[in-house]
């Protein structure tokens, strides 16, 4: 595994004037890597579109479906009984009265219970957005030491240059490129790794 700093600009042209001034601190072509990542949820995972199998969220949601047809039809039948003996009806219609109150609540209860249990996973609580890994285009610096001033000299070059979302990760980097880059894998600030 190599140690990588990259940096998310909004155009390619910045991104090579970067790249520019990265060669001029003594980086090789082959140390430098440069492509476009599309917008989340425009990477192509699945054949039939899309990042995610499922929603992360939605996982408990079924569990909740079910405890909330059991509540739900519990408070119809309650609702129900005590429509039947306000209304005093005969008995088809009492029958009738009950069976579609029972209906309804479950079919509330199913409804209510699954958003209940649907949750925002993996959403951050100061924005509510999930993590990604925003558009742009990636430059990334393959850094043959990973020393704390190299690290810091890429990073400043590239935030100089321009960039956004400037992340340090830990990669293969085979013919002059990033091999193993994830576009799913939101990015990682490289300010964070180092005090962590």
Known sequence: MSAIIAGRFDSFSTAETAASRLRAHGFADQDLNLFYVNPPGQHGAFAIGGDHAADAGARKSGVGAISGVLLGAAAGAALGAALVAALGSTPPMSLLVLV??????????????????????????????????????????????????????????LRQGGAKDVERAEGRWVDGRWADFDPLVPPVPADARERS
């Open 100 to 157: 579609f109150a029972i209906g309804l609540g479950a079919y509330l209860g199913s409804l209510a219970g699954a958003l209940a249990l649907a949750r925002h996973a993996g959403r951050n609580p100061r924005t509510g957005q999930p993590p990604v890994r925003n558009a742009g285009v990636v430059l990334a610096a393959h850094l043959a030491s990973a020393d704390t001033a190299t690290v810091d000299t890429v990073a400043t070059v």
